[in-house]
């Protein structure tokens, strides 16, 4: 008898810059630091979660592009990292196509359901994607598969036009592809609690979107920015740093509430 379905959470804002891949990559290896199997598959064409696992570009072999493609399956795809418990499926450059490979497939929204549907052997508890920052194919195919989604929120003037893209692309699938999906919650990133505009963004935000923000805020922190550049998370690469500690916070957080959306 096969494991159950594995939660699929994914990591999405349209907007680029917010800490989506730092927030993908954190949040995959505080889930496996509980002694779950977890499986980050990056669907960004730059594959920065990839690197920042330690997976060389030229070193990739079977990649996303590969399982969108049905040219592998996802099993092929799948790779460890040095976080126990944590694997990764990397991306490549190639996903760039991905819209003009796909454009004839009347299933090509869902591609990756179906992927992560055939896994057979040792199914993840947890499967959290990276998506691009755009509305693209590959996003489609993240929010199709998704049960729901964790969106990165920088603490600038902006957010909120970022986010209210991301609400409408969370309608349409919904009603198209993926009745399932829902919102898990917003997460600020970025924060610095001495600039007055973060405070009132994160006023703003809570104001509007109420119990779905995170009480956890990500602060800007040095050891979160260099850590990719070693191939680790942060909480490998310096665990008692702010922003280590703000991410085992937030994991804390989204697992009550996998708690009380019935699915843990």
């Known amino acids: 008898m096969l494991p159950k379905r594995p939660r699929v959470i994914a990591v999405a804002n349209q907007k680029g810059g917010v ?20 499986l980050l ?21 079977v990649s996303t592009y590969d399982v969108l493609t049905r040219t592998n399956s996802l099993s092929e ?25 796909l454009s004839a497939s009347s299933d090509r929204a869902l591609r990756l359901r179906q992927a992560i549907a055939g896994l057979k052997k040792k199914r ?25 989604i964790l969106c990165p929120l ?22 198209s592809v993926n009745q399932e999906l829902k919102m898990h919650g917003i997460v600020m990133t970025m924060y610095d609690a001495r600039n007055n505009l973060a405070n009132q963004v994160v006023a703003d935000v809570r104001a509007t979107m109420g119990d779905l923000v995170y009480d956890t805020m990500i602060p800007r922190n040095v050891r979160l920015s260099e850590a990719p550049s ?8 310096d665990l008692k740093c702010a922003g280590s500690q703000a991410y085992l916070r937030l994991v804390s957080e989204l697992i009550d509430r996998e708690q009380k959306l019935g699915a843990a």
């Open 19 to 38: 800490g989506k891949t730092t927030t993908a990559i954190n949040t995959a290896t505080a889930l496996a630091a509980l002694g779950d199997d977890v």
């Open 41 to 61: 598959i990056d669907l960004d064409p730059q594959g920065n979660a990839s690197t920042g696992l330690g997976v060389d570009a030229g070193d990739r072999g």
């Open 77 to 101: 795809a799948i790779r460890p990292t040095e976080v126990p418990h944590l694997s990764i499926a990397p991306a490549t450059m190639d996903l760039l196509s991905i819209d003009i490979e």
């Open 124 to 148: 993840p508890r947890y499967v959290v994607i990276d998506c691009p920052p755009s509305l693209t194919m590959l996003t489609v195919n993240a929010l199709a598969a998704s049960h729901a």
């Open 154 to 175: 920088q603490c600038e003037f902006f957010a909120m036009e970022g986010l209210s893209q991301l609400m409408r692309t969370i309608a349409e699938v919904r009603t």
């Open 230 to 237: 070693y191939g680790k998370p942060a909480l490998l690469y």
